[in-house]
């Protein structure tokens, strides 16, 4: 039940393009729903988070969408651009959990100009 | 600046020999993380610290021991009894879950070559 599976594993993207990527989590008491960004040789950053009680959230050009239903929820970069190529997470926590975040497996973006 | 440094970014080991990788925050965080990232599978948890001197194991934690002495450090071992140690290791560090968001904050991460 802990488990959060995302997709595509990897994602080639025209510069000005919709990137999106996909998550789907199991467990029901997850109610935070971050996005981490990770450049190469670099840690990952929070990029944008969202919580159960909103749908979507709009940071700039990344947008979460929440489907509570369905147990999915999914990042989507608009305008994309070359120094957008990184590798995304998701990740879901249960509030109060000392183990902190699960993480999807990652998504490697690739941006051609 | 505040910020999460891991030394060293690079480490190499031969079979067989335990290894110890740094971590030091200067953020004031109260809970610690150590994961590991292997291509394709995301981050696994190895072992989380909430408070000094104490510690829990994560999903993967055989094969490791980390220690929580001081509030600004935790240290990772990794033991020779770990099977497949080649890998990315990533600190992390929050302020306690459940207090208001808590995002984690990374490292730069070493990168262990065991041969």
């Known amino acids: 039940q802990q488990q959060v599976k995302q997709s595509p594993q990897s994602l080639i993207v025209q510069k000005g393009g919709i990137s999106i990527i996909n998550c789907a989590y199991e467990?029901?008491?997850?109610?935070?729903f971050p996005w981490y960004q990770q450049f190469p040789g670099k840690g990952p950053a929070l990029l944008i988070a969202?919580?159960?009680?909103?749908s979507e959230k709009k940071e700039g050009r990344f947008t979460i969408s929440f489907n509570k239903s369905a147990k999915q929820f999914s990042l989507h970069i608009m305008d994309s651009q070359p120094g957008d190529s990184a590798t995304y997470f998701c990740?879901?926590?249960?509030?109060?959990?000392?183990?902190?975040?699960?993480f999807g497996s990652g998504t490697q973006l690739t941006v051609l100009p | 600046d505040g910020g999460i440094t891991q030394s060293p970014k690079y480490l190499f080991r031969k079979e067989g020999q335990n290894v110890t990788l740094s971590c030091e925050q200067n953020?004031?965080?109260?809970?610690m993380y150590w994961y590991r990232q292997d291509p394709g599978q995301g981050l696994r948890l190895i072992y989380y610290s909430q408070i000094v001197n104490d510690f829990q194991k994560g999903d993967i934690a055989e094969g490791y021991s980390v220690s929580r002495e001081k509030k600004e450090s935790f240290p990772l071992t990794v033991t020779s009894a770990q099977k497949n140690p080649t890998a990315f290791y990533l600190c992390?560090?929050?302020?306690?879950?459940?207090?208001?968001?808590?995002?984690?904050?990374f490292g730069n991460g070493t990168r262990l070559t065991v041969t």
């Open positions: 990740a879901a926590s249960n509030t109060g959990s000392a183990r902190q975040l699960t």
């Open positions: 953020l004031n965080h109260d809970a």
């Open positions: 467990n029901t008491a997850f109610d935070y």
């Open positions: 969202i919580r159960p009680d909103v």
């Open positions: 992390a560090s929050s302020i306690l879950p459940g207090v208001g968001n808590s995002p984690l904050h």
